[in-house]
């Protein structure tokens, strides 16, 4: 039987033999205590990666994004990001339930905001019936914007902007490995122009659980704090560490093939009639695009009958996403599947 291609996420990868041997192996000890040898070195590596003084391993990247929002603030804040940002969108609301702030969305192109929008979002100080704005945050690459790259000198200008007003710059970088895959920009570079940044291990790179947050060395001792009472606290947790250390170890480097793949299947995509995508935006490894002849489900359920699972990337979109589990022989398969499903 064929094997399902499952492009829904770049989450749906399962730890490699060599991946699961390093877990295996891994010494470990209660992380609670900071006793665990392996947490301590994945911690290590990612700071020093990203360039930051200290890191922490989180569950999830919403755990990191969150963790990160709620040190920064304090109730009653306000959050600059884009419209279609994950934290506004697929964070179950979290921001006012675990911190009792609020987003102020701004409506971008490809996940982009200019200064002059950030500027313009800003609550005047004076003003104290408003809420306090306190951070500017940026997603990199963004997820609902087909995984576009943020531009660095963007970068740049909105930081230039959260200093000014002396706010503070977050960084949601799930997907950091891609952009600087994509760019030759190194993660540490990116990370320079932050406060905080959140980056996952269980996406592109493979592991099967964890994501990085990263800041100073008193931001961390905060939200390791917040961590521990947000039930985060995690005992021989080296386990999973070991598969991130071995992801960051490993699979940076190979995520330019991803973006390679995506862009074959992005090809195929736009020179079906009836199916529309927008190729600049595919610039890492996701792909949203529109069925123009059938629903989303629809196009789901007829992809899934030929062995192709694909997610929604909104209402109207559909998404594929190319990860280390899916070769080049199966995306050429996904190419004959999605031009029969959509002839
Ligand atoms: C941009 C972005 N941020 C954060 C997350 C959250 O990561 P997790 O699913 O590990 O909580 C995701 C997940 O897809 C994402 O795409």
Redesign the pocket.
């Known amino acids: 039987m064929n094997k399902i291609i499952d492009l829904r996420?770049d989450?749906v990868t399962k730890p490699s033999a060599e991946m699961r041997k390093a877990m295996y192996e891994a010494e470990v000890g209660d992380d609670v205590f900071k006793e665990d040898p392996t947490v301590n070195e994945l911690e290590k590596f990612a700071a020093e990666l990203i360039g930051k003084e200290a890191a922490l391993f989180v569950s999830?990247?919403?755990?990191?994004?969150q963790l990160c929002l709620n040190v920064l603030t304090n109730p009653g804040d306000e959050i600059i990001c884009e419209k279609n940002a994950?934290?506004f969108n697929?964070?179950s609301g979290s921001p006012s339930a675990l911190s009792g702030i609020q987003i102020y969305p701004v409506e971008g192109n490809l996940g982009v905001f200019t200064p002059e929008q950030a500027e313009a979002a800003i609550r005047p100080v004076s003003a104290y019936y408003m809420p306090r704005t306190k951070v500017i945050e940026v997603?990199n690459t963004?997820?609902r914007a087909s995984g576009a790259v943020h531009p660095i000198e963007n970068i740049i200008a909105l930081k230039n902007v959260a200093k000014k007003y002396n706010l503070f710059f977050h960084l949601?970088g799930?997907?950091i490995w891609n952009a600087s895959a994509a760019t030759g920009i190194s993660v540490a570079e990116y990370a320079s122009h932050f406060d905080t940044i959140?980056c996952?291990l269980?996406?592109g790179l493979g592991a099967p659980v964890g994501?990085i947050i990263a800041g100073s060395k008193e931001f961390i001792d905060k939200a390791f704090c917040v961590r521990k009472a947000w039930g985060g606290g995690m005992r021989q947790v080296g386990i999973l560490a070991a598969a991130g250390l071995f992801a960051l170890k490993n699979n940076r480097d190979r995520l330019k093939e991803d973006h390679e793949k995506a862009q074959i299947l992005a090809q195929s995509i736009s020179a079906n009639p009836n199916l529309k995508v927008n190729l600049e935006a595919v610039q890492t490894n996701i792909i949203i695009f529109e069925p123009l002849k059938m629903t989303v489900e629809e196009a789901q359920t007829k992809c899934k009958e030929k062995g192709l699972l694909l997610s929604a990337g909104t209402a109207t979109a559909l998404r594929a996403v190319t990860h280390l589990d899916v070769s080049f022989e199966e995306i050429e398969k996904a190419k004959e599947i999605m031009n029969r499903v959509f002839s």
Do not use: Q
């Open positions: 996420s989450t999830s990247g919403v755990m990191g994004n994950h934290i697929y964070e997603e963004h997820n949601d799930a997907r959140s996952c269980s996406k994501s």
